[in-house]
């Protein structure tokens, strides 16, 4: 009878535990499925977080993961840095160094981490809470050294890192000053010894060279015009200068005028010949006029029989000393 009943209990254990090893099966499977993708995450840190130091946190997988993407809105925390890590035995993983930012109580938010996977599924860590402490207290208003001061074998006094600057200043200051003034007496000195070029050609005979100079030049044929009549009116007035012995090159047509006016250096007609010819000038020097090349090579003419028939020779000059 005892027999019996024992067999009777073996059946219906045997029944319901059949029954609950399936149902209990069934959930590992159903709970598997989910758990076989999550990330394990560690965070090493020290015992009191303050701002500005650093913690860890180790991300791990049954897959390899390949990266860890830091959202934008992360303020309160700074990724310094992604280590790899090779467990033993286990996919690789990453550590992350991270940064506190700000004080107080800190959540670090959910990041999503990659991995090496056929359909390259992403995951989320959880995010957690630190306590981030300042470096001083609130109430803590007094500065203090942090390791004691220690004078470095041949380190120069204080003073004189405030004195060398305007020193080594005023050093460079005089030598530039030692340097300018031997400059300037060596100068003087090849001033005084080089023998004075003294050009003892004729003014008639040193304009005509200048004219030669011009016309090869062949400005007008460049389009050149304003500056071929500039240079023409120059020619003729270092000539005047030279020749009459007045500031002709610094003048004004209408001062020239006026000036030979009064002084007489040359008769009326030629006075008035040799100013019609600078007021043609001016008009292509400042009324933008344009001539055209034939009137260029008149101008060109007319400036060399002027110069021919107003020519003096030694001659005549020592013949006008002796009268």
């Not at 023998?195 to 005509?208: E, F, G, M, Q, T």
């Not at 100013?275 to 060109?300: H, T």
């Amino acid at each position: 009878m005892h027999k019996t009943r024992q067999s009777v209990w073996r059946k219906t254990l045997s029944l319901r535990g059949s029954a609950a090893a399936r149902a209990g099966a069934l959930c590992l499977l159903l709970g598997a499925i989910p758990l076989a993708g999550l990330v394990n995450q560690e965070v090493s840190k020290p015992d009191t977080l303050y701002l500005g130091s650093s913690f860890e946190l180790d991300l791990t997988s049954e897959a390899e993961i390949t990266d860890v993407l830091v959202p934008d809105t992360l303020q309160a925390f700074a990724v310094k840095a992604k280590t790899v890590l090779k467990p033993k035995g286990r996919p690789k993983g990453l550590r992350l160094t991270i940064v506190a930012l700000d004080t107080g109580e800190q959540v670090f938010p959910a990041l999503t981490v990659k991995k090496l996977s056929p359909d390259r599924a992403t995951e989320l860590t959880r995010p957690f809470r630190l306590e981030i402490m300042e470096t001083r207290a609130e109430q803590d208003s007094v500065l203090r050294e942090l390791a004691p001061v220690h004078k470095v074998r041949g380190e120069l006094p204080l003073w004189l890192y405030y004195a060398l600057p305007p020193f080594l200043l005023l050093l460079a200051l005089a030598a530039l000053l030692w340097y300018l003034r031997q400059r300037r007496k060596k100068q003087s000195e090849q001033r005084r010894t080089a023998p004075a070029l003294i050009d003892s050609r004729p003014n008639w005979k040193r304009a005509l060279e200048d004219l030669y100079e011009l016309n090869q030049k062949k400005l007008p044929q460049q389009g050149e015009f304003i500056a071929y009549y500039f240079r023409l009116s120059e020619i003729m007035k270092v000539y005047l200068e030279s020749e009459y012995g007045f500031p002709a090159n610094e003048m004004t047509t209408r001062e020239i005028r006026h000036h030979l006016k009064y002084h007489h250096n040359l008769q009326l007609p030629e006075q008035e010949k040799l100013i019609n010819w600078l007021q043609d000038g001016d008009r292509v020097k400042f009324a933008k006029y344009l001539p055209g090349l034939d009137e260029c090579e008149a101008s060109m003419d007319w400036f060399m029989r002027w110069l021919m028939q107003n020519r003096k020779t030694p001659a005549e000059g020592a013949d006008g000393a002796e009268s």
